[in-house]
């Protein structure tokens, strides 16, 4: 942009002004509107790598007539994250053929996030669903005069720019600039409702990718008797697995479909989950991170609920609600604290009770919170009572402030938790500046580990460099265990695709490197992204999720710390893991099986829903569909939806035994009308798979369902 455009970053200050001095807003837009005079912005430079489309976009042939929104974010910026749902919300009201169009551009901070790959994993983990642009090189972010992550840029149909907001927060200001701007050049006839050349992300998931979708944390519990169980947070698949070390699939919690309910294991829905931790064999809380709450899982009563916050995204930085009272933000790990009581009153027994509390890495303000589970006496011998939610470490700006005043330190998205309980230390993945620090859970001073800068406002120093402080760099780390004696914290550097070591004591970071003897089976030692540790009681292995790869991981650790066996955890399931679903509905099988390989494989399954005879989905009604599993070891994206004019599922199949036979249920809730009428329609598509070694790892299947009045039929 030349000078002139320069002052678009003020945009909005002028636009509020007049909404502000105006009886009216829709008509304080459209004075705006009426005077607002600046040129188009520069098309995208070609060669740029898309996401979502099948080919390139371009303002002079897609977007002409358009309305449209470009999301400058980056991947790893939570407030980036913040904002796609009000993006979601704006794609379900305003459609590409009414004329307005989402166009998240990528505009690196990491140098991983510059990798096409990476971003490809990002689209696919956040679901967007909206045409996504590499702008590996920042030139639209520099065209377009941008300053910080995530900002909005709405155009109109000429690419010219009409207001920019910065930060998040904006979903009410921009639906009504979207809804005006679009009503005002369509008056002008400026608006064009042609589609564009769309192509799922999801298409470019592995063939045998396996019932994992992004896992993101895992957690374990260790009984004398009983043995080990594993939580992993399937985050993709918006479900908790609670399996043994052996892979086997104990308890599916969630995953039905995105949301959230509380309720039982089978009903209870997810957004995102995170960090999960074991207060005992029975009970897990779990980060559920979009839905900016903590769940409480009792295994053995069945049970999902809600312990803390509202369902809705806050911005308190103080707290100190009852827990569902409270309004969080955006919390990725957990982890508990077991402390005894600091009442100074008499024990009877001389010994004073232990108190649990849940602390909780909450990445949407850059905080530490608590959870306190009993009531406790803590810090400075101030009280909490049971269900209390209240912020202990960090002022809520994003910063790498250390400072020996809890409150006065400041942390950059933490993401990740860890427990010394010989120190009595909590240690912090500290992702957006790169560091791990500690917090004394003695007297709340803050202090570095290693990683980061010393300046505590530059989060920008990162890169890959073994060393002592912040002569150390990480990139992004997420994920962190503590060895059982206490003397050594595991790192996941996940920008870095590496397992790191931290001496504690020293404050010295050491790349975790591989046997020379190790025997690595195919890709196993590339990990990619990997967001969550957890470590054995002996020490001896350290499971991961390795995220990007859709696998949880077995690292076997010798006397040196390298890595002398890695495996990967397969996940098997007897049937028992999960009810077996039924359908009152009426059952449309589609002629033939889809012949899928023994090994497993790939299905793309594209619905084409055809209206016939005066029929037609009624406008404004709510429309449903949901795709019903065999089992927890099969996985599908979406699995849900209430667009049924763009139905494109890709599912993922287990290995079976030859000559197996399974089937995969699609269930429609529609509301049709004709001129006379409406009423409503249910149904279901099964769609039969059968397996052998001659099967194929990737089938295309497109299946066109016609619906009139009185029937349905499936060709």
């Known amino acids: 942009m030349d000078s002139e455009e320069n002052y678009l970053y003020y945009s909005n200050e002028k636009l509020l002004g007049l909404i502000t001095r105006s009886k009216d807003k829709d008509e304080a837009i459209r004075d705006y509107l009426r005077t607002v005079k600046y040129a188009p912005i520069k098309d995208f430079t070609e060669g740029l790598e898309w996401f979502n489309v099948s080919e390139p976009l371009s303002f002079s042939k897609h977007l002409k007539g358009k309305i449209v929104v470009l999301d400058f974010f980056t991947y790893c910026c939570i407030n980036c994250m913040h904002v796609i749902p009000d993006l979601r919300e704006i794609e379900s009201r305003f ?5 307005v169009v989402v166009i998240g551009v990528h505009s690196a901070k990491f140098e991983n996030e510059k990798l096409s790959s990476n971003i490809l994993s990002a689209v696919q983990r956040y679901n967007i669903s909206h045409p996504v642009v590499n702008d590996h090189n920042s030139e639209m972010w520099q065209n377009c005069d941008v300053h910080c992550w995530p900002t909005l840029l709405l155009l109109g149909p000429n690419a010219n720019p009409i207001v920019m907001l ?31 050349p769309f192509k799922s992300a999801f298409h470019f998931l592995p063939d045998l990718k396996g019932p994992l979708l992004f896992p993101g944390k895992i957690a374990s519990f260790s009984d004398e008797n009983e043995g080990q169980l594993l939580a992993i947070s399937d985050t993709g698949n918006n479900r908790i697995l609670v399996i043994d070390s052996n892979g086997n699939i104990l308890k599916v919690v969630g995953g039905k479909k995105l949301g959230f309910k509380d309720g039982t294991l089978d009903n209870a829905e997810f957004n995102n989950p995170q960090g999960l931790v074991f ?18 899982i009792d295994l053995e009563q069945g049970t999902v609920e809600t312990v803390a916050g509202t369902g809705q995204q806050g911005h308190d930085r103080m707290g100190g609600k009852l827990g569902p009272e409270q309004v969080i933000s955006s919390p990725w790990d957990v982890c508990i604290y077991r402390t005894p009581d600091m009442d100074l009153t008499f024990h009877p027994d001389g010994k004073p009770p232990i108190r649990e509390v849940l602390l909780i890495a909450m990445a949407g303000t850059h905080q530490i919170w608590a959870l306190f589970l ?18 202990i470490a960090g002022s809520g700006r994003e910063e790498n402030r250390n400072n020996s005043y809890p409150n006065s330190a400041a942390f950059a998205q933490p993401s990740g938790l860890a427990l010394c309980e010989k120190s009595k230390e909590l240690y912090i993945a500290d992702s957006e500046s790169s560091s791990v620090r500690r917090l004394s859970l003695i007297d709340g001073k803050v202090t570095p580990v290693v ?15 073994d060393g002592v402080l912040a002569e150390a760099k990480l990139q992004h780390a997420l994920g962190l265990t503590m060895s059982p004696d206490g003397s050594t914290l595991y790192v996941a550097d996940t920008y870095n695709h590496k397992l790191k070591r931290v001496d504690i004591v020293e404050n010295k970071l050491t790349t975790v490197q591989f046997s020379s003897t190790l025997d690595i089976e195919g890709q196993l030692a590339e990990f990619r992204e990997p967001g969550g540790l957890c470590i054995t009681a002996d020490g001896k292995k350290i499971y991961m999720a390795d995220t990007n790869n859709h696998q949880i991981k077995v690292l076997v650790l010798g006397r040196n710390h390298n890595i002398t066996s890695i495996q990967k955890l397969d996940l098997t399931d007897d049937g028992k893991s999960q009810a077996p679903s039924t359908t009152s509905n009426t059952i449309l099988p589609i002629s033939k099986p889809i012949k899928l390989s023994s090994k497993g494989g790939k299905v793309l399954l594209k619905f084409d829903l055809q209206f016939i005879k005066g ?7 709510p429309q449903r569909w949901i795709a019903d599993l065999p089992g927890p070891t099969y996985s599908c994206v979406p699995k849900n939806g209430s667009d049924v004019k763009l139905m494109d599922l890709v599912l993922s199949a287990p290995p079976q035994k030859n000559n197996a036979y399974q089937h995969v249920d699609v269930n429609f809730s529609l509301v049709m009308c004709t001129d006379e009428t409406c009423f409503p329609k249910v149904f279901t598509i099964r769609v039969p798979l059968e397996f052998s070694e001659s099967g194929d790892l990737n089938v295309e299947k497109e299946i066109n369902v016609i619906l009139d009045v009185s029937t349905v039929k499936v060709e």
């Open 374 to 391: 009993d009531d406790t006496v803590w810090w400075k011998c101030k009280k909490y009572s049971k269900g209390i939610c209240i912020n």
């Open 615 to 621: 029929l037609k989905l009624t406008p404004d009604a």
């Open 451 to 465: 990683g980061g800068e010393r300046n505590p406002n530059n989060l920008f120093a990162f890169g890959d460099q």
């Open 279 to 296: 207060q005992n064999k029975n009970i897990l809380f779990v980060a559920d991170t979009e839905n900016h709450v903590i769940r409480k």
């Open 95 to 99: 459609s590409v053929e009414d004329g």
């Open 166 to 196: 910065t930060g998040e927060g904006h979903k009410d200001d921009l639906m009504d600039y979207i809804k005006v701007t679009l009503d005002f050049y369509k008056e002008k006839n400026l608006i064009s409702n042609h589609q564009l």
